[in-house]
């Protein structure tokens, strides 16, 4: 059994920026990939930004020069920075990944308003 548990999410307003965290219960070496997405009522889920074990990171192009995402084996964590925020980039962000099946953690608000 996997738990991502994610933080760092809040109010903010546009133009600043935030860290979000993902911890995992294991050792995250076990994951090809592990992604953020994010979701909004009414709306599919999109995957914002992904890492693979050797550190090869793909990013949605709504997000590309704004948001990094990084991995710490060490601490079993993966971050997502994110600068520059837009009203747009408003969600429920969470983390997931796939170990025989998908894991996903319970998420974080996100709220980019003045």
């Known amino acids: 059994q996997v738990q991502l548990v994610e933080s760092g999410g809040g109010l903010v307003q546009p133009g600043g920026s935030l860290r979000l965290s993902c911890v995992a219960s294991?050792?995250?070496?076990?994951?090809?990939?592990m992604g953020w997405y994010r979701q909004t009522p009414g709306r599919q889920r999109e995957l914002v930004a992904g890492?693979?074990?050797?550190?090869?990171?793909n990013y949605a192009d709504s997000v590309k020069g704004r948001f990094t995402i990084s991995r710490d084996s060490t601490k079993n964590t993966v971050y997502l920075q994110m600068n520059s925020l837009k009203p747009e980039d408003t969600a429920v962000y969470y983390c997931?990944?796939?170990?025989?099946?998908?894991?996903r953690g319970q998420g974080t608000q996100v709220t980019v308003s003045s």
């Open positions: 294991v050792s995250i070496s076990n994951f090809y990939t």
């Open positions: 890492i693979d074990i050797g550190g090869r990171t």
């Open positions: 997931a990944t796939t170990w025989g099946r998908e894991y």
